[in-house]
């Protein structure tokens, strides 16, 4: 198969510069999109049935692509461009880039999307997350366990950093992503309306083995090293505790969220 469109030499192309510009939040904040890199990743969002503007494959490379992935891609109507070595790895963050990346619009989710009238919600709340490998595991996990949502508060990393991006494993393009919502807003929002908002703490009263999470819950994920902010955490109705046996004093935030969610989906029957 050959692409179709046009192919791009220069890394003083234009539309290169653009791409590139993805890779810095402001860039990506300016031109409403972003960047995601790797077959896997190309392969998740074309199976997901997520808006593609653009293919981009190594020109020399379109062997390494999986069987089918361009002619996909080309029937969707999606722009598919051939560009040189060069210009991947001025477009791409990873050090070895693979054959291909894309360029599609930021996710349009709102946070209506989180409130799911027919079944017990399970939203994770991100406050305040700094680490792009943290953010990307706990959308990885949340995906796992068929949560309803995530909603990322202010001052949590962006989603659409390339690290966060590629540590979702393509996750991000499975269940609702809200990014950016005031916390002290969105949590006495959801309380008004039977959500039980729940958050760990070396204080908790109760085990995360304990808590009934059949229930409607927000489950809130604090900050690395701070946990979750004094105002989210006054905004909690239950502070749960992760039971350890061992010398260990916390868990990573990620891991944490992680044997939450899964409990959570215990209780809520695995399916």
Same mark, same amino acid.
């Given at each position: 198969?050959?692409l179709l469109d046009s192919s791009i030499t220069s890394v003083q192309n234009a539309r290169v510069k653009a791409w590139a510009q993805l890779l810095d939040k402001k860039g990506r904040d300016k031109?409403?999109?972003?960047?995601?890199?790797?077959? @896997?990743?190309?392969?998740?969002?074309?199976?997901?049935?997520?808006?593609?503007?653009?293919?981009?494959?190594?020109?020399?490379?379109? @062997?390494?692509?999986?069987?089918?992935?361009?002619?996909?891609?080309?029937?969707?109507?999606?722009?598919?461009?051939?560009?040189?070595?060069?210009?991947?790895?001025?477009?791409?963050?990873?050090?070895?880039?693979?054959?291909?990346?894309?360029?599609?619009?930021?996710?349009?989710?709102?946070?209506?999307?989180?409130?799911?009238?027919?079944?017990?919600?399970?939203?994770?709340?991100?406050?305040?997350?700094?680490?792009?490998?943290?953010?990307?595991?706990?959308?990885?996990?949340?995906?796992?366990?068929?949560?309803?949502?995530?909603?990322?508060?202010?001052?949590?990393?962006?989603?659409?950093?390339?690290?966060?991006?590629?540590?979702?494993?393509?996750?991000?393009? @499975?269940?609702?992503?809200?990014?950016?919502?005031?916390?002290?807003?969105a949590l006495p929002q959801a309380s008004s309306q039977g959500v039980a908002i729940v958050t760990t703490s070396l204080q908790g009263k109760r085990s995360c083995y304990e808590y009934d999470f059949?229930?409607?819950?927000?489950?809130?994920?604090?900050?690395?090293?701070?946990?979750?902010?004094?105002?989210?955490?006054?905004?909690?109705?239950? @502070?749960?505790?992760?039971?350890?046996?061992?010398?260990?004093?916390?868990?990573?935030?990620?891991?944490?969220?992680?044997?939450?969610?899964?409990?959570?989906?215990?209780?809520?029957?695995?399916?």
């Amino acid at each position: 198969m050959t692409l179709l469109d046009s192919s791009i030499t220069s890394v003083q192309n234009a539309r290169v510069k653009a791409w590139a510009q993805l890779l810095d939040k402001k860039g990506r904040d300016k031109q409403g999109q972003f960047i995601i890199e790797g077959v @896997h990743l190309v392969q998740e969002a074309l199976e997901s049935g997520a808006t593609i503007d653009t293919l981009v494959v190594a020109d020399d490379r379109q @062997h390494e692509l999986p069987a089918g992935m361009l002619k996909q891609a080309i029937d969707a109507g999606i722009e598919c461009v051939a560009v040189s070595e060069q210009v991947l790895a001025k477009c791409t963050d990873t050090l070895t880039p693979q054959a291909a990346f894309a360029v599609l619009p930021k996710l349009g989710w709102a946070q209506e999307s989180l409130m799911d009238p027919a079944a017990p919600g399970l939203v994770v709340v991100v406050d305040g997350i700094q680490d792009p490998g943290n953010l990307g595991t706990i959308i990885r996990s949340a995906d796992a366990v068929g949560a309803t949502g995530v909603l990322l508060g202010r001052g949590t990393v962006d989603l659409y950093n390339p690290k966060t991006v590629r540590s979702t494993m393509g996750s991000l393009f @499975h269940l609702p992503i809200v990014q950016g919502g005031d916390l002290r807003d969105a949590l006495p929002q959801a309380s008004s309306q039977g959500v039980a908002i729940v958050t760990t703490s070396l204080q908790g009263k109760r085990s995360c083995y304990e808590y009934d999470f059949r229930q409607p819950v927000w489950f809130v994920v604090g900050n690395e090293g701070q946990g979750v902010s004094a105002e989210v955490s006054a905004l909690a109705t239950e @502070h749960i505790l992760i039971p350890m046996q061992g010398r260990a004093e916390s868990l990573n935030a990620a891991m944490a969220a992680t044997v939450v969610l899964f409990e959570a989906m215990r209780q809520r029957g695995v399916r």
